[in-house]
């Protein structure tokens, strides 16, 4: 089936559940197209169906009735409270410029609520800024944990050439700071500057030989706030500097694992223009200090 238009005007998509054997089928070829699939399978049809059954959410993004977008996820448990997990957020690359994403995050909101949690997890590649403004600024969600080579080797195109680092969100479904980012309550480019300017940077990077930034240097956080710096774009890396990937990716790791140990949290992610040059960082904050007994 034929996108309608995808690179025309605004659309009116239908968010709903997915409920017929085509539409499953529909979703992997979502997977497909979005994450470019080679050598790995999608989630199939029939796992899909059963998540759906049994307490899982399978939601779509509709366009007229063709599939531009999904969402799969089903119930967790850590041994202490129930939660959802998101396993997976596609959009086919014709609608990646729709905001399908964030509003299949909203509804997939609105459709745990329902279910009567609170909490909803999931992991993504912290090289991925676009990724990371939408899941940190955008949505609100806090990460917790890093995942040093989290699924193994992958064969997708966007994991091509990187060990599959993650980390790990929770997204606290009523907290007010999370309501507040949904209702589009952001800092202003003005306070983001001020704060990336009084932070410590736990990246330093310098410009290569192809005018791509590459980290040189990782530090410990030891002041009350930090910067994490990733690539603003990952892909421009992989096309132009391929050798830097795995700079990046260690980097980052090192970066974040030492920030977790000392108990500092990411509290925001900003795109900053600086000296003409977009550049991307986590923002971190020590933890509050310890009470005297």
Same mark, same amino acid.
Request: hydrophobic content about 35%.
């Given at each position: 089936?034929?996108?309608?238009?995808?690179?025309?005007?605004?659309?009116?998509?239908?968010?709903?559940?997915?409920?017929?054997?085509?539409?499953?089928?529909?979703?992997?070829?979502?997977?497909?197209?979005?994450?470019?699939?080679?050598?790995?399978?999608?989630?199939?049809?029939?796992?899909?169906?059963?998540?759906?059954?049994?307490?899982?959410?399978?939601?779509?993004?509709?366009?007229?009735?063709?599939?531009?977008?999904?969402?799969i996820g089903f119930l967790g448990w850590d041994g202490t409270?129930?939660?959802?997990?998101?396993?997976?957020?596609?959009?086919?690359?014709?609608?990646?410029?729709?905001?399908?994403?964030?509003?299949?995050?909203?509804?997939?909101?609105?459709?745990?609520?329902?279910?009567?949690?609170?909490?909803?997890?999931?992991? %993504?590649?912290? !090289?991925?800024?676009?990724?990371? /403004?939408?899941?940190?600024?955008? @949505?609100? &969600?806090? #990460?917790? +944990?890093?995942?040093?080579?989290?699924?193994?080797?992958?064969?997708?195109?966007?994991?091509?050439?990187?060990?599959?680092?993650?980390?790990?969100?929770?997204?606290?479904?009523?907290?007010?700071?999370?309501?507040?980012?949904?209702?589009?309550?952001?800092?202003?480019?003005?306070?983001?500057?001020?704060?990336?300017?009084?932070?410590?940077?736990?990246?330093?990077?310098?410009?290569?030989?192809?005018?791509?930034?590459?980290?040189?240097?990782?530090?410990?956080?030891?002041?009350?706030?930090?910067?994490?710096?990733?690539?603003?774009?990952?892909?421009?890396?992989?096309?132009?500097?391929?050798?830097?990937?795995?700079?990046?990716?260690?980097?980052?790791?090192?970066?974040?694992?030492?920030?977790?140990?000392?108990?500092?949290?990411?509290?925001? %992610?900003?795109? !900053?223009?600086?000296?003409?040059? /977009?550049?991307?960082?986590?923002? @971190?904050? &020590?933890? #509050?200090? +310890?009470?005297?007994?």
């Open positions: 089936m034929a996108a309608p238009g995808a690179s025309g005007g605004p659309h009116d998509f239908l968010f709903r559940r997915l409920t017929k054997p085509e539409e499953f089928r529909h979703a992997e070829e979502v997977q497909r197209e979005a994450w470019g699939l080679v050598d790995e399978p999608p989630t199939s049809s029939t796992i899909q169906r059963a998540i759906q059954d049994n307490g899982g959410l399978v939601l779509g993004a509709f366009a007229d009735i063709y599939l531009a977008g999904l969402t409270q129930l939660y959802h997990y998101s396993h997976m957020n596609a959009v086919r690359p014709a609608y990646q410029n729709h905001h399908v994403g964030f509003r299949l995050k909203v509804f997939q909101r609105e459709e745990v609520l329902k279910q009567g949690l609170g909490l909803i997890r999931w992991t %993504f590649d912290p !090289l991925q800024s676009k990724n990371a /403004r939408l899941n940190v600024r955008r @949505l609100g &969600a806090r #990460p917790d +944990t890093y995942h040093v080579h989290y699924y193994g080797t992958m064969g997708s195109e966007l994991n091509r050439g990187l060990e599959s680092d993650r980390l790990r969100v929770t997204w606290a479904l009523t907290d007010p700071q999370v309501e507040g980012r949904l209702a589009g309550g952001l800092p202003t480019a003005e306070e983001d500057l001020a704060r990336w300017k009084d932070s410590q940077p736990l990246i330093e990077t310098s410009v290569g030989d192809t005018g791509l930034r590459v980290p040189t240097t990782v530090s410990e956080p030891s002041k009350p706030t930090g910067h994490l710096e990733i690539p603003f774009d990952l892909q421009a890396i992989r096309s132009h500097e391929e050798k830097a990937l795995r700079t990046w990716r260690h980097a980052v790791r090192d970066a974040f694992r030492a920030a977790f140990d000392l108990g500092y949290r990411v509290d925001d %992610f900003a795109v !900053l223009t600086l000296e003409h040059e /977009r550049r991307s960082f986590y923002l @971190l904050s &020590a933890p #509050p200090p +310890t009470p005297a007994t």
